[in-house]
């Protein structure tokens, strides 16, 4: 419940704001409000989406208990759940409304009082329930209100015959993930030339002179404290898979640990052991200081098919189908509802090597695993390093039932990988995974939501890092020596200033 006036510091008797348990109330409000008050229904009105069971009822009632206020919210379409809800019948009792002592009922200038607490409670709700497109349709002397409390205007329409506004509530969750995580590292790295040229935005770095790959990658120290077996199981699993973005497969591990006792270090040494036999590689050595705080990375290294190149993740173009491949097994990782999918801890050595494997199989002309920056800043940070925009069919993602789409688009899946190819390639083998075709590239810059409206939503502005495309400026049409994809640096040219240096460490779980 929420003492709405601590907020606002109004002097208007006390509310609290809640899911409504008895509907009678609301609805009885709503009818006073949009049929007998204003005359946009005849009888009633109710429609299908009060009959629908995910619809939720947001109430403010007075000290005694009674509704003075209501807001209704959910899913915009009929069947899965995809992200998009919409906001409704926003009523609010006659003497409650916000200016009606100064300027008369329904004025919608203020951001104080009843109608403005229940939209913001609603916008608080959607977000908490992985919403990523919020929208309302509202009478145009509501329309100054919803702006003030921070909407968009979208369009104008029609609704009851009258006519109404489109407004949107911007949802920043992935433009703060990926700012949080990944934003500052094009001014941190400048002038270190990871990677070398075309291999800007990769998850590991061909090794000079070798059919090699390196990728380094550390796992947040919190998360090493806290949950130390999982800590060595992902230190594992986040470098296996930067080595399957590129196409190599690991040939051995490297593990610098830190811990504060023997038993915390035998902890995480137990999750990287567990995670080593399951995925079938070696560690090599390592080093191991006791009596510091929690800290773990790992260095893999990896080698290519005999006479193949690495996979670029910045060998995407314009026209290009973007798909994802993820494993939807398992369930959330405990503690990290939300943050962190573990299916890999369920599967067997061949269904890992399966999933692993599939660039190296497929040769797609992009590929990236997906990192923290979750699934759609990931493709952001291929589409910058492929100089491209990406647009995200939504309605096409794969999704594990139940998980909301804002969650699944900005949590780790545990494996989940990213391709770019022309329209029509065969889709790569992954075993237990889950694979579709879910977007494509285009000119520009930044990542978009596709709705199956058609409607568009940004939800990424401009490139991920600030690392810039892989190849600047360029004007090839096809892979070749020094082209975008597979067989430009042969394995073992870095390339001009190549480096070994990775650009995707230090990868902090969430």
Known sequence: MLDVPTLTGGDRPAFTIGRADDLAPYHALRRAVFVDEQGLFAGHDLDDRDDD???????????????????????????????????????????????????????????????????????????????????????????????????????????????????????????????????????????????????????????????????????????????????????????????????????????????????????????????????GVPILGGHTQLGVPGALAITALGRLPSGAAAVPGGGGRPGHHVRLTVDLGGSWRPGYTGRQWDSTSLRTTEELRAMTGLVAAARPAAAKDVSMAGIAGTLGMLAEASGCRAVLDVHAVPVPPGAPLGDWLTCFPGFGMLTTDVPGAPAPPAGPATGAVCGGLEPGSGVALRWPDGETTDVIAAGVTGLGAAHPGRTDTGPGPGGWGPGGWGPGEAGPGGSPHTLDAPRRQQ
Request: charged share 20%.
């Open 53 to 279: 069971p995910r619809t939720v009822v947001l109430v403010a009632r007075d000290h005694s208990g009674t509704v003075v206020g209501g807001v209704r919210l959910g899913p915009a379409l009929d069947g899965p759940d995809i992200g998009w809800w919409t906001g409704g019948r926003l009523a609010v009792a006659p003497g409650w409304r916000a200016g009606a002592r100064r300027r008369g009922a329904g004025s919608g200038r203020s951001t104080s009082g009843v109608g403005p607490a229940l939209v913001r409670a609603a916008c608080a709700y959607a977000e908490n329930a992985g919403v990523l497109r919020f929208e309302a349709t509202v009478q145009p002397r509501a329309a100054t209100m919803f702006r003030r409390l921070g909407w968009d205007r979208v369009r104008e329409v029609r609704a009851a015959g009258r006519p109404h506004e489109l407004m949107r509530w911007p949802i920043g969750r992935i433009a703060d993930l990926v700012a949080a995580t990944k934003r500052d590292l094009g001014g941190l790295l400048h002038g270190l030339a990871p990677g070398g040229a075309g291999w800007v935005g990769d998850d590991g770095a061909p090794v000079p002179g070798s059919d090699l790959i390196a990728a380094c990658d550390a796992v947040l120290p919190s998360m090493v404290e806290r949950d130390p077996a999982w800590a060595g199981w992902c230190g594992v699993l986040v470098n296996v898979n930067d080595l399957a973005a590129m196409g190599a497969h690991p040939v051995g591990l490297l593990d610098a640990l830190g811990a504060r006792d023997p038993a915390h270090a035998a902890g995480v040494l137990a999750g990287v052991r567990a995670a080593a036999r399951a995925y």
